[in-house]
Nanobody, 116 residues
Framework: QVQLVESGGGSVQTGGSLRLSCAAS????????MAWFRQAPRKEREFVAH????????AYADSVKGRFTISRDNAQNTVYLQMNSLKPEDTAVYYC?????????WGQGTQVTVSS
């Protein structure tokens, strides 16, 4: 059974940085895309970034390009989201997700709050 456990959320001021971690277990993820999504209050969940576990190819939402970086550590089975130059509109619950053709496995989420 896949387990995805996020950590690293918190409260920062505008312009600050945070690094989120997603510890993955329960499966070999070599064929998987690992992704970060976020959901702000009263908004739909939205895609933030993904990375292919084996190839390392990445994609980002336009709203975070140039500020966020997704990476993975194969030895630690962990995916990271480095978030720099944070803005109040980045405030949301951030979720880790895993899947091959669809994201079927999700973590419990970690709160990120950016104050102005």
């Amino acid at each position: 059974q896949v387990q995805l456990v996020e950590s690293g959320g918190g409260s920062v001021q505008t312009g600050g940085s945070l690094r989120l971690s997603c510890a993955a277990s329960g499966r070999t993820f070599s064929r998987y895309f690992m992704a970060w999504f976020r959901q702000a209050p009263r908004k739909e969940r939205e895609f933030v970034a993904h990375i292919h576990w084996s190839f390392g190819s990445t994609a980002y939402a336009d709203s975070v390009k140039g500020r966020f970086t997704i990476s993975r550590d194969n030895a630690q089975n962990t995916v990271y989201l480095q978030m720099n130059s944070l803005k109040p509109e980045d405030t949301a619950v951030y979720y880790c997700a895993a899947g091959i053709s669809a994201y079927n496995d999700w973590g419990q989420g970690t709160q990120v709050t950016v104050s102005s």
